[in-house]
């Protein structure tokens, strides 16, 4: 009998046609292998024809690079504070430590899972109380795809007169009150690494509103070059402009952007039909009609009485590779514990899972919680350390087949004790 193959979280997944390999071959065939090209205008174009709301976008190398760019555009720099998402990726947090800025961690609300408005405002009073000054801006972040509660962030960001950079690295194609999200703030952050829900390999944009800021961030894009025969910088720019062969891939995936995000949110569907009545488990979904996730991930949280088989064993063995995702070069650990970890029940769950040849995850550590930050300020209620306790994520990318989320299930009621 064959080994079972493996279910990912989320596997790049390219369109029927080829139509990727055509953009690429185009490339090859003009020679337009470097940076810039009809690929990324292309790209580009496509993409504010997707986002809507009059907006311009820039391709970038990565998704970082548009956070990094639009904290910079919005004129965050050394010295200054920014209001940043605890439950998240590194990457919404260390570009502002690029700028020499430090970040500010608010923490997060049980509906979902996204930085708390309330919260927010009290740090928000509270800097400009400790430091004289206020935040020079919010970054907000699509957690797993979950919108932000965007509207009630606006408004307390507006009364401060306080920029917003939106983290929608995750949140692609999702959307709050019917509106992409991305398109609230002042910017707004795509990414299209190879596990999210259209993918250049390695790749990112910049939503901007009006054509003078989109030059400048193209100007900061590009090394900052002035209008001389020889390179003359007048400002510190970055390379970060996409290639033209990844946004060959963009343009192919922008033709299945609609069918992926219908895909994810089938699986969501499939998951809490499945997990619903299973005591212990609960599957997290769109808190009410304003909420429109993509479902990049798709997320359970375990009741932390639940019993799961081995868990007696869980955390006796230091990891010694990098788990989940394409890995890359880490730190050996010298101890399997940290101050701030899932239960055992999921780390046992997740080992299950692994070797019946599933990819799950535990949820985002807080950024609060990571040492790299323990000097930062933080604005904490204990929700976003309650869930990276009890939370996991389950794959939900466009090869996960509904037979797949049986099995999945099927693991999941077989390891409850």
């Known amino acids: 009998m064959s080994e079972r193959k493996r279910i990912y979280l989320c596997l790049a997944h390219m369109s029927d046609e080829g139509l990727e390999q055509k953009y690429i071959k185009e490339?090859?065939?003009?020679?337009?292998?470097?940076?810039?090209?009809?690929?990324?205008?292309?790209?580009?174009?496509?993409?504010?024809?997707?986002?809507?709301?009059?907006?311009?976008?820039?391709?970038?190398?990565?998704?970082?690079?548009?956070?990094?760019?639009?904290?910079?555009?919005?004129?965050?720099?050394?010295?200054?504070e920014v209001i940043v998402q605890s439950f998240t990726f590194c990457a919404s947090s260390h570009p502002i430590t690029y700028l020499g800025a430090t970040p500010v961690f608010v923490d997060s609300e049980m509906d979902s899972w996204n930085m708390d408005p309330e919260l927010m405002e009290e740090a928000i009073k509270d800097r400009i109380a400790k430091t004289g000054k206020k935040p020079a801006a919010i970054v907000p972040v699509a957690l797993y795809g979950m919108p932000y509660q965007i509207d009630r962030i606006m408004e307390i960001a507006n009364r401060y007169d306080i920029p917003v950079v939106e983290d929608a690295a995750e949140g692609f194609g999702s959307?709050?009150?019917?509106?992409?999200?991305?398109?609230?703030?002042?910017?707004?952050?795509?990414?299209?690494?190879?596990n999210k829900m259209i993918t250049t390999s390695g790749g990112g944009a910049l939503i901007t509103a009006n054509e003078d800021e989109w030059r400048e961030i193209m100007m900061y894009a590009t090394q900052y070059r002035e209008s001389y025969p020889y390179y003359q910088h007048e400002k510190i720019g970055y390379n970060y402009r996409m290639s033209n062969i990844c946004a060959?891939?963009?343009?192919?995936?922008?033709?299945?952007?609609?069918?992926?995000?219908?895909?994810?949110?089938?699986?969501?569907?499939?998951?809490?039909?499945?997990?619903?009545?299973?005591?212990?488990?609960?599957?997290?979904?769109?808190?009410?009609s304003r909420y429109d996730s993509n479902f990049w991930l798709c997320t359970i949280t375990l009741d932390e009485n639940l019993k799961i088989k081995g868990q007696e064993n869980a955390y006796k063995t230091i990891v010694t590779g990098a788990v989940g995702g394409a890995a890359g070069v880490i730190h050996a650990a010298t101890s399997a514990h940290t101050d701030c970890e899932p239960n055992a029940n999921v780390e046992a769950l997740r080992v299950l899972m692994d070797q019946a040849q599933i990819e799950a995850r535990p949820l985002w550590k807080p950024m609060h919680k990571q040492p790299c930050y323990k000097d930062a300020p933080a604005y904490v209620n204990g929700v976003s350390e309650a869930l990276f306790k009890v939370g996991m994520c389950l794959p939900a990318g466009p090869y996960v087949s509904d037979e797949d989320v049986r099995y999945i299930v099927d693991t999941i009621k077989a390891a409850i004790v």
């Open 27 to 80: 490339a090859f065939d003009t020679n337009w292998v470097v940076p810039l090209g009809p690929n990324v205008n292309g790209f580009e174009k496509d993409l504010e024809g997707f986002v809507g709301e009059n907006k311009r976008v820039v391709a970038l190398s990565a998704g970082t690079a548009a956070v990094h760019l639009g904290l910079l555009a919005a004129g965050v720099k050394a010295g200054d």
């Open 175 to 194: 959307r709050w009150n019917g509106q992409v999200l991305g398109t609230y703030g002042k910017y707004g952050v795509l990414s299209f690494n190879g």
């Open 248 to 288: 060959g891939i963009g343009r192919g995936q922008m033709t299945v952007v609609n069918d992926h995000i219908a895909h994810h949110k089938h699986v969501q569907a499939l998951y809490e039909e499945l997990l619903k009545d299973v005591k212990g488990i609960k599957v997290h979904g769109n808190p009410d």
